[in-house]
């Protein structure tokens, strides 16, 4: 395992030595030599996991498409991504499908350049005369990574629809902890549908989600699904978490 200070200018090279790490952390690290970076993971061969949330790279974010195929061309039975911050990765949903059953963890919280109408990028486009079918794309990424444990989508953008939550609760049986933070008009049936499905969920993060939601609806949420914690801040409300050690006494914590 590697984890570098926050806040380091990190000199890649110096990883290169240790071709047996699986688990690199560089998350909020700066960066000046793009090509050292991007040729890093023809040395770093066996990383499951990868952590470079909010780094700082010199020039132009576009590299870390480059990097994201370099991992795909050498790493086997990669796990773990977290790009937090990187607004401009069209080769993600390649690289989702490409890895498909071993991931486990995906943090792309802030990617909101990778939401909007459009172009899919990354050659993912259900029809290029009209707006991309986000409910079938989250459904899909959802059934090529079935043993997904933490998601977090933090700010994505798009609408997701009760069968979308729905189906990504049933094709993540495995899901731990999910941040849906900033996802538009989530509705109340379509958390119950996730819940239902999500099994395994611990943590939910549902902010600023929708203008709709209030403490009675979490409140039923909660006595529904007691083995949920699930966070909410709502706008022009006091935040808070609701629990699952007393169903019983329902309180507002603040978050």
Same mark, same amino acid.
């Given at each position: 395992?590697?984890?570098?200070?926050?806040?380091?200018?990190?000199? !890649?090279?110096?990883?290169?030595?240790?071709?047996?790490?699986?688990?690199?952390?560089?998350?909020?690290?700066?960066?000046?030599?793009?090509?050292?970076?991007?040729?890093?993971?023809?040395?770093?061969?066996?990383?499951?996991?990868?952590?470079?949330?909010?780094?700082?790279?010199?020039?132009?974010?576009?590299?870390?498409?480059?990097?994201?195929?370099?991992?795909?061309?050498? =790493?086997?039975?990669? %796990?773990?991504?977290?790009?937090?911050?990187?607004?401009?990765?069209?080769?993600?949903?390649?690289? *989702?499908?490409?890895?498909?059953?071993?991931?486990?963890?995906?943090?792309?919280?802030?990617?909101?350049?990778?939401?909007?109408?459009?172009?899919?990028?990354?050659?993912?486009?259900?029809?290029?005369?009209?707006?991309?079918?986000?409910?079938?794309?989250?459904?899909?990424?959802?059934?090529?990574?079935?043993? *997904?444990?933490?998601?977090?989508?933090?700010?994505?953008?798009?609408?997701?629809?009760?069968?979308?939550?729905?189906?990504?609760? %049933?094709?993540?049986?495995?899901? %731990?902890?999910?941040?849906?933070?900033?996802?538009?008009?989530?509705?109340?049936?379509?958390?119950?549908?996730?819940?239902?499905?999500?099994?395994?969920?611990?943590?939910?993060?549902?902010?600023?989600?929708?203008?709709?939601?209030?403490?009675?609806?979490?409140?039923?949420?909660? +006595?529904?699904?007691?083995? =949920?914690? !699930?966070?909410? !801040?709502?706008?022009?409300?006091?935040?808070?978490?609701?629990?699952?050690?007393?169903?019983?006494?329902? +309180?507002?914590?603040?978050?």
């Amino acid at each position: 395992m590697f984890h570098a200070a926050e806040g380091r200018l990190l000199d !890649i090279r110096n990883l290169y030595k240790f071709t047996n790490l699986e688990y690199l952390d560089i998350s909020m690290c700066h960066f000046n030599e793009l090509g050292k970076t991007v040729v890093m993971f023809d040395h770093l061969k066996n990383i499951k996991w990868f952590l470079a949330g909010g780094t700082i790279m010199k020039y132009l974010d576009e590299v870390w498409n480059d990097i994201l195929q370099n991992i795909a061309a050498n =790493c086997t039975g990669f %796990r773990g991504l977290n790009l937090w911050r990187h607004p401009f990765l069209p080769n993600l949903y390649k690289f *989702m499908f490409h890895y498909g059953e071993t991931l486990q963890y995906l943090d792309v919280g802030w990617c909101g350049s990778q939401f909007k109408g459009g172009d899919l990028n990354g050659g993912y486009n259900y029809n290029t005369d009209t707006r991309p079918n986000w409910d079938e794309f989250f459904k899909d990424i959802s059934r090529a990574t079935p043993n *997904m444990e933490v998601v977090v989508f933090t700010a994505v953008r798009p609408i997701m629809s009760t069968e979308t939550l729905t189906a990504m609760g %049933r094709n993540w049986p495995k899901l %731990r902890q999910l941040d849906l933070l900033g996802a538009k008009n989530v509705t109340f049936d379509g958390l119950v549908g996730l819940l239902t499905e999500a099994k395994n969920l611990q943590f939910l993060d549902i902010s600023y989600t929708t203008h709709d939601m209030n403490v009675r609806l979490f409140q039923q949420l909660q +006595e529904i699904f007691p083995k =949920c914690d !699930i966070k909410c !801040i709502v706008l022009g409300m006091m935040p808070f978490v609701l629990r699952h050690e007393d169903v019983s006494k329902y +309180e507002v914590e603040e978050a």
